[in-house]
């Protein structure tokens, strides 16, 4: 049968409309741009994606249990107050703004109410130092039974079981002629090599291998050298993170703050003002979704706060100590101008700031609290970038980098306020004790 043409362009036409028809009814439809509801058609609504680690939480919109994490919910423009919750683990709460089709974010991230201990060393701790990376922990051990199995070991903070079984690393046997349970550590900025500072001699170690230290050739005569080779290389890292942050933030950070640290990931920066100031608006081009907690851009001395660069938002999320027990970290990178900054220049040792001190204990001090925050009287980053953590009172209590779901994770004592989180954020690490009569150990507190 012969099908007229007129006929046929028509059915090619509506064949068109309806797929391009149903492809936009489809985007609108996953955009939130209209949503079949109880009550009938709801139109421009927003998307809140909730999400939780552990999975299976429940999840409770202005007290109203409504789905369970993973998923997505379709709701009004509005404010919400968004809970979510597992039996076993502390609750989440936030109030989150929704924007029509905009997708706001509910990420959770809950702990274990009970979380248990895991013992990771057995013949005692003293003298705790991070390495860089974070990958690394060395300490020294003296209540071994045998006496060659004291002195110095590398604790390596790794996923993988083998490690694991294996314990921590010998690098050197106790030394007549360096005391291991006082000397003073310097990390490399690589964290392959760790110089001691010792009262009389100064040596330089492999941490991957085993290492005779009384035969082993002092460096005292090379320490300046060494340290400024170190300096350049650190300079230039910090350049290379600080130059993806805006301007006025590079302004503050290098002229008019201390304890400047980056969030493992580079995207987030926390901070110590140390004079008043206040931190322009829209820096960056607004962002959907962004984080809809209140901001603090107007900064005071003492204020800690966490700036991110993706969402160009500002928080205050605490208070410097009126008495600071450790000395604070200044950025070596140094602004010449209003437009013009190190950061446009190869680090050298005329570049950037140096860091001076008038004995060993002083510069190994400003050393290890420029790489951790540890030691620096503030609060550490959580691996996952999103998280803080500090010690308060012989509890440890960690927080969302807004400022919000602050949580005590551990209560009891610990050594000289050592807390320290594993890599992949699935333990956080502390010295103890829980019998006088035994030294502090090294343990886990498993949070997954």
């Given amino acids: 049968m012969h099908v007229p043409r007129n006929k046929g362009f028509l059915f090619t036409l509506l064949s068109a409309l309806i797929i391009v028809g149903g492809t936009y009814v489809a985007i609108r439809y996953a955009k ?47 404010e919400y107050k968004v809970s979510i919750r597992k039996d076993g683990y502390t609750s989440w709460n936030k109030t989150i703004a929704l924007e029509k089709e905009v997708v706001s ?13 895991t013992p990771l060393t057995f013949t005692g701790v003293e003298n705790l130092s991070p390495s860089p990376d974070g990958q690394k922990i060395v300490f020294y051990s003296a209540t071994n039974s045998a006496q060659k199995k004291n002195g110095l070991y590398v604790l390596e903070l790794s ?25 003073h550590f310097v990390w490399s900025p690589d964290s392959s090599q760790l110089m001691l500072l010792g009262k009389s001699r100064e040596v330089l170690l492999d941490v991957s291998k085993l290492t005779d230290i009384d035969s082993a050739p002092d460096t005292s005569f090379r320490r300046k050298q060494i340290l400024s080779d170190w300096e350049d290389e650190m300079a230039l890292r910090e350049q290379q993170f600080l130059g993806k942050f805006p301007e006025a933030v590079i302004q503050i950070a290098t002229q008019s703050a201390t304890n400047v640290f980056f969030s493992p990931d580079k995207k987030r920066l926390l901070y110590t003002a140390t004079q008043s100031a206040q931190l322009a608006t829209d820096l960056l081009p607004p962002l959907p979704g962004a984080n809809s907690q209140v901001e603090e851009r107007t900064l005071e001395p003492g204020g800690i706060y966490i700036y991110d660069r993706e969402e160009d938002k500002n928080f205050r999320v605490g208070t410097q100590k009126s008495e600071p027990e450790f000395p604070t970290k200044t950025l070596l990178s140094v602004v ?5 900054t190190s950061l446009n220049t190869i680090a050298t040792s005329s570049a950037h700031r140096t860091i001076e001190a008038s004995n060993s204990a002083q510069l190994a001090e400003l050393y290890r609290s420029y790489h951790s925050s540890l030691f620096a009287d503030t609060y550490q980053w959580f691996p996952d970038s999103k998280h803080i953590f500090s010690a308060e009172d012989n509890r440890i209590v960690v927080k969302e980098y807004d400022n919000t779901n602050a949580v005590t994770v551990y209560s009891g004592p610990f050594y000289q306020n050592f807390i320290y989180p594993w890599p992949d954020g699935s333990r956080l690490l502390v010295a103890t004790h829980f019998n006088p009569a035994t030294p502090n150990n090294l343990y886990a507190i498993e949070l997954r």
């Fill in 32 to 78: 939130g741009g209209f949503r079949m509801t109880e009550t009938g058609l709801s139109a421009e609504t927003g998307l809140l994606a909730v999400t939780s680690l552990p999975t299976g939480a429940e999840v409770y919109i202005n007290d109203k249990l409504v789905t369970a994490t993973n998923d997505t919910l379709y709701l009004d423009p509005a």
């Fill in 105 to 117: 974010q509910a990420n959770a991230l809950l702990f274990p109410s009970a979380p248990s201990l």
């Fill in 159 to 183: 996923d993988n079981s083998l490690s694991l079984q294996r314990g921590p690393k010998q690098i050197t046997e106790d030394s007549s002629t360096i005391d291991l349970a006082t000397v």
């Fill in 336 to 340: 010449f101008g209003q437009n013009q």
